[in-house]
């Protein structure tokens, strides 16, 4: 029986692939401005093809409402009663594969240039 379970193990396992290994490339610090007659901003993110990002903290200036990622909030800092209170960000690390990302940028009316950050490791693909 041993020896069964040894051959099927060897043949099941010289089927499989594994994924690719991640070798480090660099440190991104990415910086986003928006003016304080902006009430919304759209810019893009550009992965190169075999890169991977791994972003580690997002953070956005008091002036901003939100930073979304592709339609999903990654930070937030919800008005209440009149009062600028940071909301705790997305759990990080939010992994993003090779492609173009919309980075939306929301501000409070009038309330001054706001700016949002994303600290973010790339990671080449390597098989």
Same mark, same amino acid.
Request: glycine share 4%.
């Given at each position: 029986?041993?020896? @069964?379970?040894?051959?099927?193990?060897?043949?099941?396992?010289?089927?499989?692939?594994?994924?690719?290994?991640?070798?480090?490339?660099s440190a991104k610090y990415i910086k986003f401005?928006? =003016?304080?007659?902006?009430?919304?901003?759209?810019?893009?993110?550009?992965?190169?093809?075999?890169?991977?990002?791994?972003?580690?903290?997002?953070? @956005?200036?008091?002036?901003?409402?939100?930073?979304?990622?592709?339609?999903?909030?990654?930070? =937030?800092?919800?008005?209440?009663?009149?009062?600028?209170?940071?909301?705790?960000?997305?759990?990080?690390? @939010?992994?993003?594969?090779?492609?173009?990302?919309?980075?939306?940028?929301?501000?409070?009316?009038? =309330?001054?240039?706001?700016?949002?950050?994303?600290?973010?490791?790339?990671?080449?693909?390597?098989?």
């Amino acid at each position: 029986m041993k020896k @069964i379970l040894t051959l099927l193990a060897i043949l099941f396992s010289s089927t499989m692939y594994a994924q690719n290994n991640l070798q480090f490339n660099s440190a991104k610090y990415i910086k986003f401005t928006i =003016a304080s007659n902006e009430v919304t901003k759209d810019t893009t993110i550009t992965i190169p093809t075999d890169k991977v990002w791994k972003i580690e903290s997002v953070s @956005i200036s008091y002036q901003m409402t939100s930073l979304n990622l592709d339609g999903v909030q990654i930070a =937030a800092n919800p008005l209440n009663g009149g009062v600028y209170t940071p909301a705790p960000n997305t759990a990080c690390p @939010i992994w993003l594969p090779s492609g173009t990302y919309t980075v939306t940028l929301k501000n409070y009316v009038a =309330a001054g240039q706001g700016n949002a950050f994303i600290s973010a490791i790339e990671f080449n693909l390597v098989p």
